[in-house]
């Protein structure tokens, strides 16, 4: 079984739909990303958290909410959900370990298209 | 801003020789520099890392150099294979610290039998 595993994998949606993506990990890591890519642009930062009682925000919260319901779980919503939100989002995970130099452990990616 | 760099022009090169990538960087000393693998449709995956104090570093057919003075690195694949085929990603660690990491937009390359 897959490390990071993220649901669904492909999304539809329209304008103003809140939508809400999930990521589950199993590597046992305190360190939770959500990314999204764009063609182009490569991966940028939305939220990351360094563990439960922890959320950051990214270069790009704004219009993004998450939720981080455990240690193995991290969700990224999108409220009020708006064309230019349509991209592919990835979830990943890192150690928290002072020796690891943070490489990072990707789920398969969700494709979101907003209408 | 830290400000990655990437050739964002595909790469072809025939099966057997060597490609070349490249990943330039501004407004930063990174203690460290990562490079990932993705795949079309999936998630990047993590082939090397080097250090500031590194030169350069080997895995199998892997080679990445690492010249804090020009601000580059650069990852070469050797006898290339048409399932090296992907698209590669340099990665930086955030310049404020807290285990964030900045990557670059890729570089998509492309190896003919």
């Known amino acids: 079984d897959a490390d990071v595993t993220q649901t669904p994998r492909n999304r539809i949606t329209k304008t103003g739909k809140r939508i809400m993506l999930e990521c589950s990990q199993t590597k046992g890591h305190d360190r939770m990303y959500w990314y999204r890519q764009d063609p182009g642009l490569g991966l940028r930062l939305i939220y990351y958290s360094f563990d439960v009682k922890d959320i950051n925000k990214g270069e790009i919260s704004d219009g993004y909410s998450v939720s981080r319901q455990a240690q193995a779980k991290f969700s990224l919503s999108l409220e009020s959900a708006i064309p230019n939100q349509t991209a592919l989002y990835f979830c990943?995970?890192?150690?928290?370990?002072?020796?690891?130099?943070?490489?990072?452990?990707f789920g398969p990616g969700t494709r979101l298209t907003v209408l | 801003s830290q400000k990655i760099e990437q050739n964002s022009e595909a790469l072809n090169i025939q099966e057997g020789k060597t490609a070349t990538l490249t990943c330039n960087y501004t407004?930063?000393?990174?203690?460290?520099l990562q490079w990932y693998r993705q795949d079309p449709g999936r998630g990047p995956v993590f082939l090397l890392l080097i250090r500031e104090n590194e030169k350069e570093k080997r895995k199998e057919r892997l080679k990445v150099t690492f010249d804090t003075t020009l601000k580059q690195s650069l990852f070469h694949i050797t006898a290339s294979q048409p399932a090296d085929s992907a698209t590669y990603l340099c990665?930086?660690?955030?310049?404020?610290?807290?285990?964030?990491?900045?990557f670059g937009a890729g570089t998509r390359l492309f190896v003919k039998a």
């Open positions: 990665a930086l660690p955030g310049r404020t610290g807290g285990f964030k990491t900045i």
């Open positions: 990943a995970t890192s150690e928290t370990s002072g020796y690891s130099y943070n490489e990072q452990f």
């Open positions: 407004n930063y000393s990174p203690a460290y």
